[in-house]
Structure formats: C-alpha cells, structure tokens
C-alpha cells in the first residue's frame, strides 16, 4: 500500500508553534540562571562607561589627576577596613578588586581610550567579573548541603524528631537559631522541649546551651538555640551602679547574658508600655551567687533617688553592712521582721489612699515629686493640696525562710497580695521557695523570679514550668556555677526568659564603693513620705521612730525636737528616781521602775495586771511591736498561769492596748500615743 505523503499545513503550523515555544522556554531558563551571575558584567560595562564621560573634563589635568589617585588609594584602604569581619580571602578579593578597578579608572580619566587602556579594560575587567562568578558557584556545595540535611535528619532521628524539618537557620557568632517545624499529627512543641537533654548530648554541648522557644500561635512550630560556647564563664566584677540619682522607674542593671545583653530589671511598673509593677522571688542555694546577686540589684535600689528601702536581715547584715546607713529602715529576724511586716501591711492602705486622691491608678515617677496638679485634690475644700511626693518602697527580706518558720508560711501573702498598687515591691530572698516553706499562694503572688543554682528538685519551685521546658536548667549549675542565673520578670522578652545571665561579681574593694553609695544616699537620696512614716508610725511606734539607723521619721518630733512618744509620758523616769544601790539583778529590765514582789502565786490581781501591762511597755520599748503570751510568760513570771495570761490579752485587746494579727497567738501592741 503506498504511503500517504499528503502536505498537512496545520500540522506543521502546530509543530512551528511547539518548537518556537520550545526555544523560547529554553531562552527563558537560561536568562533565569544567568540572571544571578550578571552584577560583575554589568559593574564591569558601567565602570567603562564612566571612564569615557570622567576622560572628558579630566585629561591634561594634573590637579585632577592627583585627586582621583588618593580617591582610588583611599578606597581601597576603605576596603580593606571594612572587610576585616569577613574571611581572609573575600577581604582580599574586594581589595583587589576595588584597587583594580579604581586604578583603571584613573589612567583612563587622563590619558583616554588606548591600546593599553584598552587591553586592561577587556583582559582586566573580565578576569574580575569571571572571578567573582566562579566564587559564587564555588559558594553552593549541593554535596555538603545534603550531607549537612543528611546529619540533621540522622540527629532528629536520634532524639526520637524523625520527620521534622528545618525550614530555616541562623548562624550567629556562638549562636545558632533553626526554626523547626514538626510533622503534623505527630509530634508537639512538649515532644521538642522533652528532647532537649539528648540534643545536647547529641551535640556534646551543656544542658543549658540548648533552649526551644515554641510559636505561640502553633503546636508544631518553634526556634531551636544552640549556644555552644559558654560565653559567661569569664567573672566581671561590679564596677559600681548604672545610673546613681537615677529614678526607680528606670531599668536596674544587675549583670550579662550569654550573649553580652545587659541583664536589667525593673521593679515598678509604667503604664504607657502596659509593663506592670512586680514583686521579686530570689532563689539559690549555698554558694550559688546569690548574695552577689543581692548586693547587684540592692546598690542599684540604693544609687536611685526616689525609692526608699525597708530591709531584713537575720544574718546581722554580713553582706550589706555597708549600706546600712543609706537604708531607711533595717533589722534583724525574728520579733523585728514581724513588726516590720505589720508596718508594712498599715502602709499599704494608707499609700493606695494617697494615689487615689492625687489621680495616680498605680504609683509613677511624678507621685514623688511635691504634688502641684490643680485637678488633683486631697482637701475638703477642693484646693490644690501641694502635698509632699511619695517616694517608692521596696520591702525586702533577706534570708526568708528564716521569716517564715517565725510568722508561718502566709506571713508575706496579705501583703504580697496588696502591696504593688501602692508603690510598693517584695524582695523575697531564700534559698528553698519550697512549699513546706512558702505557701502557694505566697508564691503566686511573686510574678517575678532571679533564680541561681539549686537543687535540681528544687527548679520547679523557682521558675514557672514554661520557662523549664524551654531549656532553662539552674539545677544544673548547683553552686559550681556562682553567679549564674536565670530572670523571669515583666519588661523582659518572653524569648530570654530560658537564656542564661550572670551577675556582676563582688570582691573586697567593693565594700569601699558601698559605703560611698550609702552616704550619697543619706545625703541626696529620698526621705520617707509623711503617709507612709505616719501608718508605720501608728502602727509599730518607737520600732520605726526610733528605728536601728537612728533616724526619727518626719512629723514624729516635738518642739524640742524629742519624739512624740516620750512626750507622751513613754520614757517619763528621771535619772534621778533610780537607786543605783539597788539590787535590780533579777528584775528585768522593762520591770525596773514597777515595785512588786519577786514572782510568787502571793500576788494580787491589781499587782499581776501592773506587772503584764509593764511587760507589754517594755516590749513596746525595745521595739518589739508584735507578741504573743508566750513571749510574756518567757520574759518574767507574773504569778499567774498561761491560760490567765492569755484572759489578760483579751482583756487588752477590748481596752485597745492590743490588736489580733492574722497569724493565730499573735497581738500587735497599739502605740501609746496612738491609744490616747
């Protein structure tokens, strides 16, 4: 049968079509791959061009000529500098580059288009652009790529993340952040922070050096940290404060991270970043840092102008003697710390008080200044009030647990609860936060949180459960690492929450700068407010009137500058009245001015009751504003049994000499004054 070779146009007109679209898909692919390895050629054409139009005005022209060479030895010079942070070879690739370039430019400026200009431009300017095409193709190694996803891929699997994928990582100088992306249905953010302690094994990196930072908008997605090199094991000792007669409300500069960012805190909150006032849980154990720690953020209280500080201390002030003279009030434990804390609980009321009357929701820079705000009043009448400013409170309390196992674990929860709308902070400082020591809701009360070594057991007590699982890991430093810690604390990126800090480190010479600090303090910093003295005042009497640092809180004076208190008829025994003859060895001191018989069942009700109001004016003496009968039975037998003690304390507290506390058994003495 004979072929059919019947000419079809249509046909051939199609294969035409697929053949031009053909070449023209080809066309296309090449410019595409080309497209990246153009900007040589195109700076080499550009460099040509302007060469010609520079030859124009230039040639014959010594002055000219001497200025583009010292442009093109200076740019070259620039070069090099600049390229210092790269590698060796690219800083002398650009060089040679520029210098090339620059020098050609030069010589055509002022001699012209010639055979020699000629020659180096073509030869020249195209060895250059070949030679930075070819470092661009040296630059992606798909050998080394899959090799690299290969490990990656191994490594997951290793740690039970097979199927997720790296969709993208950074490298940093000593930090390297993926962003990981887990398969769906399979694997969640907590499979991730689970595996953290077998990537850094993986990785033979610390436990501390790996952190995960989940998307909050997702369960599947989240920034893997490698930080392998511990940049923190270097010690800084502390130089001074940041910012002396700076305000309160500016950041408190404690320390480093791992990557040299300044560790900052701030205690009281501001209203127009929506950053909220905090209180501060401090937790170590032995010789982890944390007294380094303390001493860091308390001379940057100190150095401030407008904050004044209440501090316990019931290791006697080793550490911070120096700063004694600058600290408004300051004691031991025990019997001291539970008046103080009763002062501060009749402060918070009194201080919320104030700022509400003067317009302020939560305290700020300005409530400490003189009040001259005319919408803000706090008289009857309606008139501006000029009222003294309000300085903020920080109440901390050193060695707590101390505290604690005195007034119970809910000593601090009233006033934790309470205090941060009245200008006030909580420093609770100890080194076990544990529950048998501190309530929960104690605990909750405390947002913020400066964690050193402790036990591993002891982690969960101290930093929130979303930091942990993020990498943070202060059970792994123990007080090997002293110094180290970790912040959670409002105005702090969420993000550096698990990333390790170190404080500044103190040494013998620092007690020298303390006590410089304190006496600029006593000097220049600020004064206890009239509200705040008065509450306390009212409150603990002669226990802040006549407080450790021998200062008398303001309006606590008569007119002859003696204290209110012994005006009032408390300290009325004249030198004279007292037989120095007398054989008082066995009465006790607060009983030295009360004729009664030695203790015996022999003494009458009216000498019992003279003999127990004594004894509570002696505990009123001495400062100690917060009792129990059982401190009176310790401190001179009175006749009478326990039970008849504690009748008499109720008959006190119907008469007002007394008032119940929240801690069952515990009374706190009305000041004399305040009961007339």
Known sequence: MAKNTAHNPEAEHREN????????????????????????????????????????????????????????VG????????????????????????????????????AGWNSLTFGAYWVGGGALALSWNIRQVMRRNPDAAQAAADADGTLLEKV???????????????RVTAQLTLPAGELTNDDVSRAL?????????????????????????????????????????????SNVGGSITEPLVIGRYDDGSPLLIWLPGDPETGRNSTHLLIAGGTGSGKGDGALNLLTEIVSRRDVILWLSDPKAFQDFGPLRPGID?????????????????????????????HGYRQWVATAAEQQTDPAHTCRPDGTACGCEGMPFLVAWFEEAANTLRFMGDDAFTGAAQEARSAGIALVISLQRPSHDQMSTSTRASLPSALCFGVDPRDEG????????????????????????????????????????ARTWRFTGQAARVMEQLAAWAARHGARPDPVTAKAAAATVGKAYTERSNGTVADGDQDDDGGSVYESAGRLDV????????????????PLADVPFAPPSSELSQEEARAAMDAIVAGFEDDGVMVIGPKDVMAKAAVGRSRAWVSGEFR???????LQPTGQSGRYRIVPALAGV
């Open 17 to 72: 079509l697929e053949g031009a679209s053909t070449a023209g898909g080809i066309m296309a692919w090449a410019m595409n791959r080309a497209k990246p390895y153009t900007p040589p050629w195109l700076l080499a054409g550009g460099t040509g061009v302007a060469g010609s139009l520079a030859w124009i005005p230039a040639h014959g022209s010594v002055g000219y000529g001497v200025g583009l060479t010292l442009a093109s």
């Open 75 to 110: 740019l070259t010079g620039a070069t090099w500098w600049a390229g210092r942070s790269t590698s060796a070879q690219r800083r002398l690739h650009s060089a040679v580059t520029v210098a090339a370039t620059s020098g050609w430019f030069t010589g055509m400026a002022l």
């Open 160 to 174: 039970k993340l097979a199927g997720t994928k790296i969709r993208r990582a950074e490298v940093e100088p000593n």
């Open 197 to 241: 302690g077998n990537i850094a094994s993986a990785l033979d990196v610390a436990p501390t050096a790996v952190r995960y930072l989940p998307d909050p908008g997702s369960a599947r997605r989240g920034d893997l940290v490698v930080v392998p090199r511990d940049m923190l094991a270097e010690v800084v000792e502390w130089s001074g404060p």
């Open 329 to 357: 009030w300051s004691v031991e434990g025990g019997a001291e710390t539970e008046t103080m804390v009763t002062a501060l609980q009749a402060a918070i009321p009194a201080r919320t008080r104030w700022l509400g009357q």
């Open 461 to 500: 007590f101290a930093l929130p459960p979303s930091v942990l699982d993020a990498g943070a890991h202060p059970g792994a430093w123990g007080n090997r690492r002293p110094g180290y810690c970790y912040l959670v604390t409002p105005g702090v990126d969420e993000n550096r929450y698990p990333s390790p």
């Open 574 to 589: 004249e030198d004279d009245e007292i037989d120095p003859a007398a054989e008082l060895d066995q009465v006790p001191a």
């Open 651 to 657: 008959r006190m507290v119907e008469d007002g000499r």
